[in-house]
């Protein structure tokens, strides 16, 4: 046979050569192009060690501002929760109240000469945060169910640093987690054996070692962001290289998120189910938790307070749990026709519930997200790579164990303790207090709702039906 007369016509054999050479030329000045483009992790304050944390604990804010460190100093352990009628809470009652009164006298402070230094303007964000819900919550409860209004000293400057950091003027995950450290031995990098936690609204150990096991989850997915990295620096998807690359790292990312999956489930031998639901968890709601006919709060100096973003910090706002999703392009929001079909209670969930989330991110992680998103897709990848469906869909298995983990450790800390009594940790009355704390959050008077105030158990099952569909194969 003679293998010459198979060719095509030269003209038709060079022009096909042509086009190929040209359309390879065109994909490899695409990459450069794209990569040149693309901004460094830091330019998105993401720190390659330490990832979302700072590599360092916050400085603390100048001498201006030092009625606003002291009224946190002393804020520390010395409130108590104004719906709580126990012997030691009443006892702090008068204190509570002069602590108020004192803000409420204070002079409106602006935050602008902060505003240049990041790590100073996060560290008034928290510091205001955190204010602003020990002066709510403390506030003892009245019949009239009228609005809690913040005071000016406190709106103001709160409004004012928010709107430069993009961030919710409320308590967030940030201010509670990726902030609220220092170093347990100074002058050592930040390690999660080097990291203790400041700043506890009850004072006891279990709130510190939930917001010390959040951590943990955090710094064990820097690795995610450097396999995400990777995936999106690669220069061609096509090569055997490439593709047993990320076959190797899809297999390490399921291996980090069963990691995570064990450190979240730490917190049952570190946090009393009953010390969280009843001692913390209050401090942690924001101006909707009582659902849509609550009360609310009102910032005052501020316009439209009804319009603001007011919830309180949810693990829903960690920005490396939002990068995993958006990597293994999990659909929240029921865009996408994937098998199995969403059942009624996901088409009931909150579809807007993780975008909503990430207007209590800091901005520059929330523009690191907005980059992922508009990136290549891993699923598409593997959609059209066979080598690399089992690893994909292994990465997606452990990421739905992981939220079924969630959720069992949502149903006993938050479920289950909904129906329990306040008093029954031992020594505090319940009677007064019960007869409030029943009309929200004991079971059979409306839905048991997350510190945003969304439907819990819906939020939770619709996020993990939502991973279980990425799955390129079925698979229980």
Same mark, same amino acid.
């Given at each position: 046979? /003679?293998?010459? %007369?198979?060719l095509?016509?030269p003209p038709?054999?060079?022009s096909?050569?042509?086009? +190929?050479a040209? %359309? $390879?030329l065109r994909s490899?000045?695409h990459?450069?192009?794209?990569l040149? *483009?693309?901004?460094p !992790?830091t330019?998105?304050?993401? &720190?390659?060690?330490?990832?979302?944390?700072?590599?360092?604990?916050l400085p603390k =804010? !100048?001498l201006s501002?030092?009625i606003?460190?002291?009224a946190l100093c002393?804020?520390n352990?010395?409130?108590s929760?104004?719906?709580d009628?126990a012997?030691?809470a009443l006892e702090k009652?008068?204190?509570? @109240?002069?602590?108020r009164s004192?803000?409420?006298a204070?002079?409106? =402070?602006? #935050?602008e000469s902060l505003?240049?230094?990041?790590r100073?303007?996060q560290?008034? &964000?928290l510091?205001?945060?955190?204010l602003?819900?020990f002066?709510?919550h403390?506030?003892p409860p009245s019949? %009239?169910?009228?609005?809690?209004?913040?005071?000016?000293a +406190?709106?103001v400057p709160?409004?004012e640093v928010?709107?430069?950091?993009?961030?919710?003027p409320v308590? #967030?995950f940030?201010?509670?987690?990726?902030?609220n450290?220092?170093?347990?031995?100074?002058?050592?990098p930040?390690?999660?054996?080097? $990291?203790?936690?400041?700043n506890?609204?009850?004072?006891?150990d279990d709130?510190?070692?939930?917001y010390?096991?959040?951590a +943990?989850?955090e710094?064990?997915?820097?690795?995610?962001?450097?396999?995400i990295? /990777?995936?999106?620096h690669l220069?061609?998807l096509?090569d055997?290289?490439?593709?047993?690359?990320?076959?190797?790292d899809?297999?390490?990312l399921a291996?980090?998120?069963e990691d995570?999956?064990?450190v979240i489930a730490?917190?049952?031998? #570190?946090c009393?189910p009953?010390v969280?639901?009843?001692d913390i968890r !209050?401090?942690?709601?924001?101006s909707?938790a009582?659902g !849509?006919?609550?009360?609310?709060?009102i910032?005052?100096?501020?316009? @439209? #307070?009804?319009d603001l973003?007011?919830?309180?910090?949810?693990a829903? *706002?960690?920005?490396?749990m &939002?990068a +995993?999703?958006?990597?293994l392009? $999990?659909? &929240?929001?029921l865009? *996408?026709?994937?098998?199995?079909a969403p059942?009624?209670g996901?088409k009931?969930a /909150?579809h807007?519930?993780?975008?909503?989330m990430?207007r209590?991110?800091?901005g520059?992680h929330?523009e690191?997200?907005?980059?992922l998103t508009?990136?290549?897709?891993i699923?598409?990848?593997?959609?059209?790579t066979?080598?690399?469906?089992?690893?994909? /869909?292994?990465?997606?298995?452990?990421?739905?164990?992981l939220?079924d983990s969630h959720m069992r450790?949502?149903?006993?800390?938050?479920?289950t303790?909904?129906?329990?009594?306040?008093?029954s940790?031992?020594?505090?009355p319940?009677?007064?207090?019960?007869?409030?704390l *029943?009309a929200n959050?004991v079971?059979? @008077?409306?839905?048991?709702r997350?510190?945003?105030?969304n439907? =819990? %158990? =819906?939020l939770?099952?619709?996020g993990?039906?939502?991973t279980?569909?990425?799955?390129?194969?079925?698979r229980v």
């Amino acid at each position: 046979m /003679d293998v010459f %007369s198979l060719l095509p016509s030269p003209p038709l054999f060079f022009s096909h050569f042509l086009k +190929l050479a040209l %359309s $390879i030329l065109r994909s490899k000045v695409h990459v450069r192009k794209h990569l040149a *483009q693309r901004r460094p !992790p830091t330019a998105y304050d993401i &720190h390659p060690k330490t990832g979302f944390f700072p590599p360092e604990p916050l400085p603390k =804010l !100048p001498l201006s501002f030092k009625i606003w460190e002291d009224a946190l100093c002393d804020a520390n352990g010395n409130l108590s929760l104004g719906e709580d009628e126990a012997g030691e809470a009443l006892e702090k009652r008068p204190y509570g @109240n002069e602590w108020r009164s004192r803000i409420d006298a204070w002079p409106v =402070l602006s #935050t602008e000469s902060l505003h240049s230094d990041l790590r100073l303007a996060q560290r008034a &964000h928290l510091v205001l945060a955190w204010l602003v819900s020990f002066y709510v919550h403390s506030i003892p409860p009245s019949e %009239s169910e009228e609005p809690i209004r913040v005071p000016r000293a +406190l709106a103001v400057p709160l409004m004012e640093v928010s709107r430069h950091l993009g961030l919710a003027p409320v308590l #967030t995950f940030a201010d509670t987690v990726l902030w609220n450290w220092e170093l347990t031995r100074p002058g050592l990098p930040l390690t999660p054996e080097n $990291i203790r936690f400041v700043n506890t609204f009850s004072g006891t150990d279990d709130e510190k070692n939930f917001y010390h096991a959040s951590a +943990l989850a955090e710094l064990r997915g820097v690795e995610i962001l450097r396999i995400i990295d /990777d995936f999106n620096h690669l220069p061609n998807l096509a090569d055997i290289t490439s593709i047993s690359k990320l076959s190797r790292d899809l297999t390490r990312l399921a291996g980090v998120i069963e990691d995570i999956k064990e450190v979240i489930a730490s917190v049952r031998s #570190t946090c009393d189910p009953h010390v969280f639901y009843w001692d913390i968890r !209050p401090w942690f709601e924001g101006s909707d938790a009582k659902g !849509p006919d609550g009360p609310g709060w009102i910032y005052e100096g501020a316009e @439209n #307070t009804e319009d603001l973003d007011l919830s309180g910090p949810s693990a829903g *706002q960690s920005s490396i749990m &939002h990068a +995993l999703d958006i990597f293994l392009d $999990i659909d &929240h929001k029921l865009e *996408q026709r994937r098998y199995p079909a969403p059942s009624p209670g996901n088409k009931r969930a /909150d579809h807007g519930f993780m975008d909503r989330m990430r207007r209590y991110m800091p901005g520059k992680h929330r523009e690191y997200l907005d980059l992922l998103t508009a990136s290549r897709s891993i699923r598409e990848l593997a959609l059209s790579t066979p080598a690399l469906r089992d690893p994909y /869909d292994a990465a997606v298995h452990a990421l739905k164990g992981l939220r079924d983990s969630h959720m069992r450790i949502a149903c006993l800390y938050i479920v289950t303790m909904s129906r329990s009594i306040p008093g029954s940790k031992g020594g505090c009355p319940v009677a007064a207090m019960l007869d409030r704390l *029943q009309a929200n959050r004991v079971a059979g @008077n409306g839905p048991v709702r997350g510190t945003g105030g969304n439907e =819990l %158990s =819906l939020l939770l099952k619709a996020g993990r039906d939502a991973t279980r569909r990425a799955m390129l194969k079925t698979r229980v």
